[in-house]
């Protein structure tokens, strides 16, 4: 006689919320259409080689199980560092951690937002174009490596340099690694989420990008509008006022 208890249901409810995490992660990439065949395979499998006891059905289907493990590793390699990196990086633990840091640490790191705000404000009065990237938890070294190493104290001043238009570093992107600016003219992933308007340039799709490899937060000036968006977990906030951008890095940069 079969039996249901707390641990069954419990054991159900797991699974179907690891199932909906890994879809949400998932569904704005190119890896979404996979995910789903994988998912109808895994319910035909358990159907065929559980429910209908099919020997030589349900054989076959077991060895591409077992294989397609060693595979799926290799297929979602990104995307498998990506669920484990949003682990390790939840905002529960942060704000835990964050209990054991120096009050007068914290002050002084929040001191360095309003250069940014200004900066970002300056430039989008004057539509200059401007991609700025803030590490937090997930390192972002490849990416820094890709452009010119300045390691300097935050300043508005400096910022607007950098993303001048006659600048030879405005292309690209600025790294910002704690709360100095680690280096610019830096070249990022480029986000392929279909949902994003087709107007977007390679900037915005580049602020983007980075955020859906990592937790790093986003800041990006249009050069065609003079607006401000902030990207982060591979979602765009646009329109975004300069008070709105200060409230979001006080609440969001650690």
């Not at 914290?106 to 940014?116: A, S, V, W």
């Not at 174009?129 to 490596?145: C, F, M, S």
Request: overall charge neutral; charged content about 20%; aromatic content about 8%.
């Amino acid at each position: 006689m079969l039996s249901f208890g707390f641990k069954d249901a419990l054991d159900i409810l797991g699974l179907a919320l690891l199932l909906y995490y890994l879809y949400s992660l998932m569904k704005s990439t190119r890896a979404a259409g996979v995910f789903n065949g994988i998912i109808i395979f895994l319910l035909v499998w358990i159907v065929v080689s559980r429910v209908l006891n099919m020997r030589l059905l349900g054989g076959i289907m077991d060895q591409l199980v077992n294989i397609g493990v060693i595979a799926l590793v290799v297929l979602f390699q990104e995307e498998i560092r990506h669920f484990f990196t949003n682990i390790g990086t939840h905002r529960g633990f942060n704000c835990f951690f964050a209990l054991f840091r120096d009050r007068e640490e914290q002050e002084k790191r929040n001191d360095d937002i309003m250069p940014l705000v200004l900066a970002c404000t300056s430039m989008s009065k004057q539509k200059v174009g401007a991609l700025i990237v803030i590490e937090r938890e997930v390192g972002l070294k490849d990416e820094a490596r890709t452009g010119e190493i300045i390691d300097a104290a935050i300043s508005s001043r400096l910022l607007e340099n950098l993303f001048f238009k006659n600048s030879p570093l405005h292309d690209g992107a600025l790294i910002i690694s704690r709360h100095r600016l680690w280096a610019a003219g830096c070249i990022l992933p480029v986000s392929h989420d279909p949902n994003l308007p087709k107007n977007f340039g390679l900037r915005h799709r580049s602020g983007v990008g980075i955020t859906e490899k990592s937790d790093a937060l986003a800041i990006i000036v249009s050069e065609e509008t003079g607006g401000i968006s902030v990207a982060e977990g591979g979602q765009l906030t646009r329109a975004v006022t300069p008070d709105r951008l200060e409230t979001i890095l006080l609440e969001k940069w650690d």
